[in-house]
Nanobody, 114 residues
Framework: QVQLVESGGGLVQAGGSLRLSCSASGIFFSMTTMGWYRQAPGKERELVADITNGGSPNYADFVKGRFTISRENRKNTVTLQMDRLKPDDTAVYYC????????WGQGTQVTVSS
């Protein structure tokens, strides 16, 4: 059974940083594409960043230069380092795994105050 567990959300002032982590179990992690999505109130869920099993990252335009995604296959974890946060980054952030189908974590709240 695949499980994705996120951690690291919270409240931060604009311009600050947060680091999200996602720990995966129940699957060959090194063979998956991992990603982070977010959903703000009243909006659709959107891709923030993802990273292939080979380590190639892909970022949404609105986070380029501010967020960094990385993975550590030995530890079955994917991390999203978020710097220079803006109030518009406030959302629930979800860990996502693609391996034949999509798997989702439970989400972690990120709130950026102005």
């Amino acid at each position: 059974q695949v499980q994705l567990v996120e951690s690291g959300g919270g409240l931060v002032q604009a311009g600050g940083s947060l680091r999200l982590s996602c720990s995966a179990s129940g699957i060959f992690f090194s063979m998956t594409t991992m990603g982070w999505y977010r959903q703000a109130p009243g909006k659709e869920r959107e891709l923030v960043a993802d990273i292939t099993n080979g380590g190639s990252p892909n970022y949404a335009d609105f986070v380029k230069g501010r967020f960094t995604i990385s993975r550590e296959n030995r530890k079955n974890t994917v991390t999203l380092q978020m710097d220079r946060l803006k109030p518009d980054d406030t959302a629930v952030y979800y860990c996502n795994m693609k391996y034949g189908r999509a798997y989702w974590g439970q989400g972690t709240q990120v709130t950026v105050s102005s």
